[in-house]
T-cell receptor, first 115, second 114 residues
Framework: AQSVTQLDSQVPVFEEAPVELRCNYS??????LFWYVQYPNQGLQLLLK??????LVKGINGFEAEFNKSQTSFHLRKPSVHISDTAEYFC?????????????FGKGTHLIIQP | DTGVSQDPRHKITKRGQNVTFRCDPI?????LYWYRQTLGQGPEFLTY????????KSRLLSDRFSAERPKGSFSTLEIQRTEQGDSAMYLC????????????FGPGTRLTVT
């Protein structure tokens, strides 16, 4: 079984400032990692994913994340945020092998961009 | 490609009534997933299908919940004898394995049980 902890329920940041949203996970097996974004009244949209290879992955809208296996973390970063980045961000994991295919999500981080 | 669609988008029902939701995945996607999202929480996995076969069910899926994907295309999720605790957003997602591990989500069906 897996679990995901998003340490911050809300992150306020000024427009054009950098931001980091933290995600830690726990799993007894290797995992794939994902970040999803949910805009108000919309479905979840994939920002980026880590399956294997380079631990630094780049996604859409200028976001990137770094997989750190020793710290079991997958923090999301953006060097300069925009008002349009205001949304709920979810970190998710999927265990590799064993037949289980459902994603395990964290509780989400609400990113609030202040002008 | 119109994406994953769900119907209805909103449903208000009285406690004890049965409700059914429909999900149409992206065409040719072989996997279909159901999740439940309550206020202030992340989505929680309920069940998934590979074509028409239901391969995994979460312990969250009580006996009052049943899901089907009879022809390997659209899926339905039925909740019998609804309870106030069933009030949530029900999300559907689809994916095409083994090509992609990305799950594409629909807009969800918001259920309110009064």
């Amino acid at each position: 079984a897996q679990s995901v902890t998003q340490l911050d329920s809300q992150v306020p940041v000024f427009e054009e400032a950098p931001v980091e949203l933290r995600c830690n996970y726990s799993s007894s097996v290797s995992v794939y990692l994902f970040w999803y974004v949910q805009y108000p009244n919309q479905g979840l949209q994939l920002l980026l994913k880590y399956l294997s290879g380079s631990t630094l992955v780049k996604g859409i809208n200028g976001f990137e994340a770094e997989f750190n296996k020793s710290q079991t973390s997958f923090h999301l970063r953006k060097p300069s945020v925009h008002i349009s980045d205001t949304a709920e961000y979810f970190c998710a994991v999927r265990g590799i092998g064993g037949g289980a295919d459902g994603l395990t999500f964290g509780k989400g981080t609400h990113l609030i961009i202040q002008p | 490609d119109t994406g994953v669609s769900q119907d209805p988008r909103h449903k208000i029902t009285k406690r004890g009534q049965n409700v059914t939701f429909r999900c149409d995945p992206i065409s040719e996607h072989n996997r279909l997933y159901w999740y439940r999202q309550t206020l202030g929480q992340g989505p929680e996995f309920l069940t998934y299908f590979q074509n028409e076969a239901q391969l995994e069910k979460s312990r969250l899926l009580s006996d009052r919940f049943s899901a089907e994907r009879p022809k390997g295309s659209f899926s339905t999720l039925e909740i019998q004898r609804t309870e106030q605790g069933d009030s949530a957003m029900y999300l559907c997602a689809s994916s095409l394995l083994p090509d992609s591990y990305e799950q594409y989500f629909g807009p969800g069906t918001r259920l309110t049980v009064t």
